[in-house]
T-cell receptor
Framework: DAKTTQPTSMDCAEGRAANLPCNHSTISGNEYVYWYRQIHSQGPQYIIHGLKNNETNEMASLIITEDRKSSTLILPHATLRDTAVYYC????????????FGSGTRLQVQP | KAGVTQTPRYLIKTRGQQVTLSCSPISGHRSVSWYQQTPGQGLQFLFEYFSETQRNKGNFPGRFSGRQFSNSRSEMNVSTLELGDSALYLCASMGGGYTDTQYFGPGTRLTVL
């Protein structure tokens, strides 16, 4: 699976949009971009995933660049409960099903 | 639907003992994966079971083993515990389709003294 690069940490003001970037420049055609978050010592929570089109659900939006080499997770109105470590993961659609977690981005939402 | 459940949530063992952790996947899910999370190594994949067969395995010693039952419930076992096995053990269930998503349980916190 392709390697991902994320900033170590980010701050965001409560009520503002949080934009979390992820670089995956070696992504291949059959690899999906997944986002999970982990709130202190709980199990990772699935947020969203996509292949090449932008995706939106009740939690967030995922914007994938046209060349698929990077993506941005957008939390439209961050709350204190969104403080967590966010993981961007690239995973092949078939075969290997394991998720390879990097270090993620620690998002701190400030009141 | 109920989520992934793991039991016990917390466990304390001593070196040399063995431990068995249990995971019940989301109803209808046939794939169960196990991960270990430590401060030093982060989240690492242990193994995956699908329809009672191990389908994928991470780079862990043979002391770590698992199994899956016909109702998709899974157990993992760690024998001859070492201090370094202290970790959060996470179970994730997945339906088994092409791009199915893994959903994680709350984890079992194992402390080895």
């Amino acid at each position: 699976d392709a390697k991902t690069t994320q900033p170590t940490s980010m701050d965001c003001a409560e009520g503002r949009a949080a934009n979390l970037p992820c670089n995956h420049s070696t992504i291949s055609g059959n690899e999906y971009v997944y986002w999970y978050r982990q709130i202190h010592s709980q199990g990772p929570q699935y947020i969203i995933h996509g292949l090449k089109n932008n995706e939106t659900n009740e939690m967030a939006s995922l914007i994938i660049t046209e060349d698929r080499k990077s993506s941005t997770l957008i939390l439209p109105h961050a709350t204190l409960r969104d403080t967590a470590v966010y993981y961007c993961i690239v995973r092949e659609g078939t075969g290997r099903r394991a998720l390879t977690f990097g270090s993620g981005t620690r998002l701190q939402v400030q009141p | 639907k109920a989520g992934v459940t793991q039991t016990p949530r917390y466990l304390i063992k001593t070196r040399g003992q063995q431990v068995t952790l249990s995971c019940s996947p989301i109803s209808g899910h046939r794939s169960v994966s196990w991960y270990q999370q430590t401060p030093g190594q982060g989240l690492q994949f242990l193994f995956e079971y699908f329809s009672e067969t191990q389908r994928n395995k991470g780079n862990f010693p043979g002391r770590f083993s698992g199994r899956q039952f016909s109702n998709s419930r899974s157990e993992m076992n760690v024998s001859t515990l070492e201090l370094g096995d202290s970790a959060l053990y996470l179970c994730a269930s997945m339906g088994g389709g092409y791009t199915d998503t893994q959903y994680f349980g709350p984890g079992t916190r194992l402390t080895v003294l």
